[in-house]
């Protein structure tokens, strides 16, 4: 047929069509596949006459990988026409693949996700190998996108607008094949790849003359369209939980999901499909949708690959991990390696605060059983693989040790201390702390080079980021290390080098340090918080201010000033604002009360009396400025990063700040914003310009922005 479609004839009649990007380790929806597509249809149309079915597959590890990210990435609106063309090209061919009269069947030998399911959607019935490798789903809005192959309106006709939109499109979920069986997403399962084959073959001959279902006349949506009683109380509620979760944060991606499903539903399947292509054409325009692809798949990638790892040391396994300290952190670090399959030994001061520690590990897997998601066996496996002690001598046989005692550096060095002299010479000596100079604690052991900073982030069962931190003496075998057990534990790493609060930690704190200043200058409280929610942020600052609580915020503040030698006058203005609320014994919600007041540790509302306290300021907030300044300060905190070296890389910094900080994902990331900006690098100047006359210097851009500026260079 063409060098994609390999072809072969079975049981006389049956066309088996094997997708088989050449060069390409994946099938994709490129340059290739769109022609490839288009001269396969024109074939088939011309012998169908002599089929009786076809079967379509794949000879990749996958079934087909979806669109091409690159492509979509750097599409402006410039490029709408030509956007709205090629998805209108992919469109025709798989309409003409389900209306050829014979029937198709998607046998999907590995993961079938967004166009790659969307094929599948074209074809009449769709039978997966059963392996926890084969998932299905539409991961668009992931990326800021939605299906614009025709899977938007082919799902929404199969399943009704409500299920389409909860199970697939506005949260992008991805099942594994047995879940997708139950849903109805496919029709069968086969447990061997070669069985694929012969049980399409065997449903075609049963269904020699499948029709779609919007194809039958007299075809209703199932749940009824927009119009009818029961989904016009539905679509309210679904647009009314869609804003609550995300509090006002942008996401154009779900709105033209709703908007291309709802209206969709209300015309004929071709009107709908142009209404697809319209929405899903300005998605793949947007800014919003370049900036996700670039963090979510590029930077990501870039992590993924070792882009960071130091060249010329071979791949190491660790098998056992030591973790001292039983407390928050240690209890769930020891989980996360035991799960990943690694002997761990859990040390804490006394057996039972060990054991308890690993009550947590027990906790979390009776909270996954009891939602479906492992056996009694596997828990068992998982715990027996968590060695209680009290005693450091168990750690002897430890390939990496995980310090997560308290935030005390003499605490700390004795450990190590101690440690050096039982554990062998190659072992890594870590600690998880969040903000202590890595350098400093390496001066308790003699072997400095072998000593690291691996800072997980809490829940570490749910974070996935590890923050990895480079002493001035760790060597790079121990980062190559380091970063081997992150891909161990399925962390993603970024590395950066110390330096007080290290990357994430630091520029946390300007983000919050910020919203407590404008407390401070009199702008309502709930002003702030909401500001920070449009601005896509997860959580409130003031409201993480009391999590993180407000010694430890001016601690960590006071250390970084420290180092700087930054004089007194020049202290962020947010520093008076939490000394003020600490001496009126507020400093969080650990002690009851902060920003917010606290019933049962519950939170009730802003404290009444920080109006008293710091009188509003009359005149009206304006939201977009109090984001600004919480985005900006971040930004430019992490290019002076950046500058001193502190970070590495430009993915380290942009996936780090939303898989860590909760940066808005929408934005692509800390550096990805100063791209994004309309007007590029030169209009964030501009904008940081005008916040450092309004607000103070801490808003002046660096040197090196502004010189990228004048080139027009962006951070890639
Ligand atoms: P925690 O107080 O819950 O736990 C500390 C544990 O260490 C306690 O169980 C204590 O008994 C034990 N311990 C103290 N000295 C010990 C010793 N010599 N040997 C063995 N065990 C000893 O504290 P945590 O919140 O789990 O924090 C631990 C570390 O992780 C700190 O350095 C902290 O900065 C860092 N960290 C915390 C967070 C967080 O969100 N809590 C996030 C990242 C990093």
Redesign the pocket.
């Known amino acids: 047929m063409n060098s994609y479609f390999a072809t072969e004839i079975v049981d006389d009649s049956i066309l088996i069509l094997t997708m088989d990007a050449p060069g390409q380790s994946a099938n994709t929806m490129d340059e290739a596949f769109r022609v490839a597509i288009k001269e396969c249809l024109d074939e088939l149309e011309e012998r169908k006459a002599s089929l009786t079915g076809v079967v379509l597959t794949s000879a990749k590890s996958t079934f087909f990988a979806g669109g091409d990210l690159g492509f979509m990435m750097r599409a402006t609106p410039a490029d709408a026409e030509e956007i709205a063309r090629l998805l209108r090209g992919v469109k025709l061919q798989l309409r003409r693949l389900e209306t050829l009269g014979i029937p198709v069947v998607a046998a999907l030998n590995g993961a079938a996700l967004g166009g790659g399911f969307e094929i599948a959607l074209a074809a009449h019935h769709r039978i997966a190998l059963d392996s926890p490798r084969t998932k299905v789903g539409l991961p668009e809005v992931t990326f800021g996108l939605l299906p614009g192959g025709g899977g938007t309106t082919r799902t929404v006709r199969m399943f009704g607008v409500q299920k389409a939109l909860q199970l697939l499109l506005l949260r992008g979920q991805q099942y594994v094949p047995s879940a997708a069986l139950d849903l109805g997403l496919i029709d069968d399962v086969v447990a061997t790849k070669d069985g694929l084959v012969p049980r399409a073959v065997a449903w075609i001959k049963a269904n020699p003359s499948p029709v779609q279902p919007w194809d039958t006349p007299g075809h209703r949506i199932p749940g009824g369209n927009p119009s009818s009683p029961e989904l016009a109380t539905v679509l309210p509620a679904l647009a009314s939980t869609l804003r609550k979760q995300s509090k006002g944060a942008p996401s154009l991606a779900a709105r033209n999901i709703l908007a291309a499903a709802v209206e969709g539903a209300q015309v004929d399947f071709a009107t709908a499909l142009e209404i697809e292509t319209s929405y899903c054409t300005e998605l793949i325009c947007s800014q919003t949708s370049a900036n996700i692809i670039k963090s979510q798949f590029f930077d990501m990638q870039h992590i993924q690959r070792g882009k960071g790892r130091p060249e010329g040391y071979p791949v190491t396994k660790a098998n056992t991990v030591a973790v ?7 209890a769930a670090i020891a989980y996360v390696c035991a799960k990943a399959g690694l002997q761990v030994v859990l ?3 006394t057996i039972e ?1 060990a054991e308890r520690g690993k009550g947590y590990a027990a906790k979390i897997l009776e909270a996954r059983e009891a939602a479906g998601k492992g056996t009694p066996e596997q828990s068992a496996e998982i715990l027996q693989r968590i060695q209680p002690t009290h005693a450091l001598p168990d750690a002897a046989k430890a390939d990496v040790v995980i310090e ?4 005390n550096p003499e ?1 700390k060095k004795q ?1 190590f201390a101690e440690l050096q002299a039982i554990v062998g010479p190659d072992t890594v000596l870590a600690s ?4 202590l100079p890595i350098t400093d604690l390496a001066t308790a052991v003699e072997r400095p080079e072998n000593f690291i900073g691996l ?4 829940p570490v069962d749910k974070m996935p980021l590890l923050e990895i931190v480079v002493g001035e003496r760790t060597s790079d075998a121990t980062l190559a290390r380091a970063l081997d057990l992150a891909a161990q534990i399925g962390k993603t790493p970024i590395v950066v080098n110390d330096a007080p609060g290290f990357f994430t930690t630091r520029v946390i704190v300007q983000y919050v340090l910020e919203a407590v200043a404008a407390v401070g200058e009199g702008v309502a409280p709930a002003s702030i918080e909401q500001a920070a929610m449009q601005a896509g942020y997860p959580v409130g600052p003031l409201a993480l201010v009391d999590e993180l609580t407000l010694t430890l915020l001016r601690d960590i503040d006071n250390q970084a000033a420290a180092h700087r030698g930054v004089l007194p006058e020049n202290r962020h203005p947010g520093i008076g604002v939490l000394d003020r609320l600490i001496e009126r014994g507020r400093a969080g919600r650990s002690k009851g009360a902060g920003f917010y007041d606290y019933e049962d540790g519950r939170r009730v509302g802003i404290w009444t009396g920080l109006g008293e306290e710091f009188p509003l300021v009359e005149g009206e907030a304006v939201l977009q400025d109090l984001a600004d300044r919480m985005l900006y300060t971040e930004s430019i905190d992490s290019i002076r990063c950046l500058d001193e070296g502190v970070l590495r890389s430009v993915p380290d910094a942009n996936v780090g700040s939303i898989l860590g900080i909760g940066f808005p994902g929408w934005t692509g990331g800390v550096l990805q914003f100063v791209n994004q900006v309309e007007g590029g690098p030169a209009a964030f100047v501009a904008r940081a310009e005008e916040l450092a006359r309004l607000h103070g210097d801490r808003f002046r851009p660096p040197a090196s922005l502004v010189e990228r500026a004048v080139a027009g260079k962006h951070y890639e």
């Open positions: 001292i300290g039983a407390g928050m952190m240690g040390r804490d001061m605060a997560a005692v308290f935030e605490v450990v998880n702390t969040s903000t800072h997980f982030f809490s």
